[in-house]
T-cell receptor
Framework: SQTIHQWPATLVQPVGSPLSLECTVE??????LYWYRQAAGRGLQLLFYSVGIGQISSEVPQNLSASRPQDRQFILSSKKLLLSDSGFYLC???????????FGSGTRLTVV | AQTVTQSQPEMSVQEAETVTLSCTYDTSESDYYLFWYKQPPSRQMILVIR??????QNATENRFSVNFQKAAKSFSLKISDSQLGDAAMYFC???????????FGPGTSLSVIP
């Protein structure tokens, strides 16, 4: 079966520390993958998307970066976190053409 | 650029009653897809319903239905027989073409009053 996994679920990190969030998809190959951020009480902002290994498109210039080292793995990173990086991060993919996204369970990141 | 607007930040409905959430969007495309997503307190995003722009018939999924007005670029969600479990944030979303990026509206927070 096709599933998407995202971890960790919750993360509290100090300002200036590095970040690594991971997302993996099972049961498919060459999926399109997306990273969204949701600030408190607000909508979803697309951060990065990837159509294949090593192919990353950035939507918003910021303190974050993304990588796709394997076909079904999508990683969101930062070298030095800022307070403004706090939020809820969601990974998504589109398992069926034109049927919208399936989302991971999200990571709640608090930068202190 | 495409945009999605939800003019109702918060709404409430009595249990068993009907509520309609509004959404408008801006696009110059003729073919596209529209979605409503639900985000309950668990924050898991759940696809509620989808509409293909080239289909005139409004989509329906059990108690959820949409009123798609292409000329007006309006896509409202009607929830009938509201249940406590319907309390959530609802996001309207737009996608231009296959495998294109999905653009989300700011969301409407729905409360269900027992």
């Amino acid at each position: 079966s096709q599933t998407i996994h995202q971890w960790p679920a919750t993360l509290v990190q100090p300002v200036g520390s590095p970040l690594s969030l991971e997302c993996t998809v099972e049961g498919t190959s060459n999926p399109n993958l997306y990273w969204y951020r949701q600030a408190a009480g607000r909508g979803l902002q697309l951060l990065f998307y990837s159509v294949g290994i090593g192919q990353i498109s950035s939507e918003v210039p910021q303190n974050l970066s993304a990588s796709r080292p394997q076909d079904r793995q999508f990683i969101l990173s930062s070298k030095k976190l800022l307070l403004s990086d706090s939020g809820f991060y969601l990974c998504a993919w589109d398992p069926i053409l034109n049927y919208g996204y399936t989302f991971g369970s999200g990571t709640r990141l608090t930068v202190v | 650029a495409q945009t999605v607007t939800q003019s109702q930040p918060e709404m409430s409905v009595q249990e068993a009653e009907t509520v309609t959430l509004s959404c408008t969007y801006d696009t110059s495309e003729s073919d596209y897809y529209l979605f409503w997503y639900k985000q309950p307190p668990s924050r898991q995003m759940i696809l509620v319903i989808r509409q293909e722009a080239y289909k005139q018939q409004n989509a329906t999924e059990n108690r959820f239905s949409v009123n798609f007005q292409k000329a007006a670029k309006s896509f409202s969600l009607k929830i009938s027989d509201s249940q406590l479990g319907d309390a959530a944030m609802y996001f309207c979303a737009y996608m231009k073409t296959s495998y294109d990026k999905v653009i989300f509206g700011p969301g409407t927070s729905l409360s269900v009053i027992p």
